[in-house]
C-alpha cells in the first residue's frame, strides 16, 4: 500500500469531493510556480527512461504511455505539476469557448468501496482565452492534450463554430486535440456523436487547421462514450478514416450504473444523473477499445481509458489495441505511484 492510499486519501476523501477537487488543483497550482518542487516531483515520482516504454503515436514521441485522462485540470492550471508527478502526457480541458459554471452542486459523488466516482460536472470551466494564458506559460516539455467542447448555450446546430473557436485559440500551446462529444452531462451533447453532425465538426477543424497552416499537422483525436452500440462504434471508424484525423481516444464515462456492489439500487439512484468512471468501466472500456481496434484494422491509434485502477487493467487495455492508456479516477484513489506501477509491469511484461 502506497503512502498516499493508506494516509493521504483517506484524510483527502474526509471531505466533499468537489472542494477537495478544487483546493487540490489550486494547491498544486501554487506547488508548480516555487522553484525546486517540479524538480523535486520529477525525482520523487518520475518514471526511469526505459526504451521498452518509448513510443511513438500519431507523430508525437511519448517517453512512457500512460497520461493524465481530461476533467482534471480542466483550466490548465497545474500541468506542468502534474507532468513532474510522472505523467508522460496531461490533456487540459474540457474547455469551451466561452466560461461556463457548469451544473447546479452537488455534483461529483466518489463511491470508494466500488472505486468509482458519478460525476455531473457540466464542463465547468474559465473558458478558452483563460486557459491559453495558463499555457502560455508552459516551461517544462510534458506533452499536452486540448481536450474541446462547446457551451451548454450553444445550440447542436451551431456547436462546429465552438469546436473551431477553441481549435483556433489552442493551436499554437497544445501538442494534440480530443473532440469531446461524448460526456453525459451535457444535455443532447451525445447527440452529436451521430455521423452527420460529427462529419461536419471533424470536417470543420480539418478545414480550421489547412486555412491556418496549410498543412495537416498536428493530431486530432475523437473521444468516444462507452455506451455507443458497435453500429454507431462502425460509423466512428469510419469517420476517423474517412477523415483522416489521427484516432480515437477510448472512452469517457457511461450512463449505465452496474457493476457497483457495495452500494444499494437506492443509493445509487439518489445520486441522480451523471457520468460513472473507474472499475466499473473497465470491462466495457477494454471492449470498445478492442472492438475499434479490430473493426478497424489497427488501422490508427487508440488511446485507451476507463477504469484503468491496477497496472494489470492497462496492460490489458494495451493488448486489446490501445498505443497509450490515461488514468483518472484511479490516479483519485491510487495516487500518483499508479503511474509508476503501471510503467514497471510493463518494462516487466516485455522483458
Ligand atoms: C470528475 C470527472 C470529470 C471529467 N471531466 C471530463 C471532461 O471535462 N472531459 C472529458 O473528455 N472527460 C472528462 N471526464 C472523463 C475522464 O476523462 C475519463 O474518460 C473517464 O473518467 C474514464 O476514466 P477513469 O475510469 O480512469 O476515470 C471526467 C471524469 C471525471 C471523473
Known amino acids: 500500500m502506497s503512502f498516499y492510499s493508506s494516509v493521504v486519501s483517506k484524510v483527502l476523501f474526509l471531505f466533499d469531493p468537489e472542494k477537495i477537487h478544487t483546493f487540490t488543483i489550486k494547491w498544486l497550482s501554487f506547488l508548480q510556480k516555487v522553484p525546486g518542487v517540479q524538480a523535486y516531483m520529477r525525482w520523487h515520482f518520475g518514471i526511469k527512461p526505459d526504451s521498452s516504454l518509448e513510443r511513438e503515436v500519431f507523430g508525437i ?27 508522460a502526457f496531461v490533456e487540459v480541458g474540457t474547455v469551451t469557448p466561452r466560461p461556463q459554471s457548469g451544473n447546479p452542486k452537488p455534483r461529483l459523488f466518489r463511491l470508494k468501496e466500488d472505486k468509482a466516482i458519478i460525476n455531473r460536472m457540466g464542463f465547468n470551466n474559465y473558458g478558452v482565452e483563460a486557459m491559453v494564458k495558463k499555457l502560455q506559460k508552459r516551461h517544462t516539455k510534458v506533452i499536452v492534450g ?36 461524448s460526456c453525459p452531462n451535457q444535455v443532447n451533447l451525445r447527440e452529436l456523436q451521430e455521423k452527420g453532425p460529427l462529419m461536419a465538426i471533424v470536417q470543420a477543424l480539418v478545414d480550421a487547421e489547412i486555412k491556418l497552416t496549410g498543412k495537416k499537422a498536428k493530431p486530432i483525436l475523437l473521444k468516444i462514450s462507452p455506451d455507443l452500440t458497435n453500429s454507431q462504434l462502425d460509423d466512428i471508424i469510419d469517420i476517423v478514416n474517412e477523415t483522416g484525423i489521427a484516432g480515437v481516444v477510448a472512452t469517457n464515462t457511461t450512463t449505465t450504473r452496474d457493476n457497483l456492489p457495495s452500494y444499494s439500487k437506492e443509493y445509487i439512484e439518489s445520486i441522480g444523473k451523471g457520468g460513472l468512471s473507474g472499475a466499473p468501466e473497465t470491462k466495457r472500456s477494454t471492449e470498445v477499445i478492442r472492438y475499434v481496434h479490430e473493426k478497424s484494422n489497427g488501422a490508427f491509434p487508440i488511446i485507451g481509458v476507463g477504469g484503468i485502477i491496477t497496472p494489470e487493467d492497462a496492460y490489458e487495455k494495451l493488448q486489446a489495441g490501445a498505443s497509450l492508456v490515461q488514468i483518472y479516477s484511479g490516479f483519485i484513489f491510487e495516487g500518483p505511484s499508479l503511474i509508476k506501477k503501471i510503467c514497471k509491469y510493463i518494462v516487466e511484461k516485455n522483458k
Not at 62 to 87: I, Q, R, T
Open 61 to 87: 514521441k511519448f517517453p512512457h504511455p500512460v497520461g493524465l485522462a481530461a476533467g482534471l485540470d480542466k483550466n490548465a492550471a497545474a500541468f506542468e505539476m502534474l507532468g513532474a508527478m510522472g505523467f
Open 146 to 181: 486540448g481536450n474541446i467542447g462547446k457551451n451548454e448555450v450553444t445550440p447542436n446546430e451551431n456547436a462546429v463554430q465552438d469546436y473551431v473557436d477553441c481549435f483556433n485559440a489552442l493551436y499554437p500551446y497544445v501538442d494534440y486535440f480530443v473532440i469531446n462529444v
